[in-house]
């Protein structure tokens, strides 16, 4: 088990992203019972890395680009749960849905990992 507590590391502005912004989808169902998402945008704070570079498979059908980011915070993400779908996460103008939360509390209390695959690719981003 690592010894090195990186909580600290999150107020630091040479290492956090401030400019993250969490688009939570709350699933409320309608008088029969159809489910629409209410959308909340929530500004919050995380480290991001790659975690899969953007790739451009050729297919005959056309061309599919993908990729996928890490973040790591003490944010709350979802990958989706009862009663919500998975968030959204805004990171330099591109959006990525949260496909997976591992706990990284061995380096800091409440820390997270959340796994983020890209939605929708736009030029340059």
Same mark, same amino acid.
């Given at each position: 088990?690592?010894?090195?507590?990186?909580?600290?590391?999150?107020?630091?502005?040479?290492?956090?992203?401030?400019?993250?912004?969490?688009?939570?989808?709350?699933?409320?169902?309608?008088?029969?019972?159809?489910? %629409?998402?209410? +959308?909340?945008?929530?500004?919050?704070?995380? *480290? @991001? $890395?790659?975690? /899969?570079?953007?790739?451009? =498979?050729?297919? %005959?059908?056309? +061309?599919?680009?993908?990729?996928?980011?890490? *973040? @790591? $915070?003490?944010? /709350?993400?979802?990958?989706? =749960?009862?009663?919500?779908?998975?968030?959204?996460?805004?990171?330099?103008?591109?959006?990525?849905?949260?496909?997976?939360?591992?706990?990284?509390?061995?380096?800091?209390?409440?820390?997270?990992?959340?796994?983020?695959?890209?939605?929708?690719?736009?030029?340059?981003?």
């Amino acid at each position: 088990m690592p010894l090195l507590d990186v909580s600290e590391i999150f107020l630091d502005p040479d290492f956090v992203d401030s400019t993250l912004v969490c688009h939570r989808q709350l699933q409320v169902p309608d008088d029969d019972n159809f489910v %629409a998402n209410a +959308q909340q945008t929530i500004p919050f704070a995380g *480290i @991001v $890395t790659v975690d /899969r570079s953007m790739q451009a =498979k050729r297919m %005959a059908a056309g +061309q599919n680009i993908n990729g996928a980011i890490l *973040i @790591v $915070t003490q944010f /709350r993400l979802t990958e989706g =749960k009862p009663g919500y779908d998975a968030d959204i996460v805004t990171y330099q103008g591109a959006n990525y849905r949260v496909t997976l939360i591992d706990p990284y509390t061995a380096y800091g209390a409440g820390l997270v990992q959340a796994h983020c695959e890209l939605m929708d690719y736009v030029d340059g981003q």
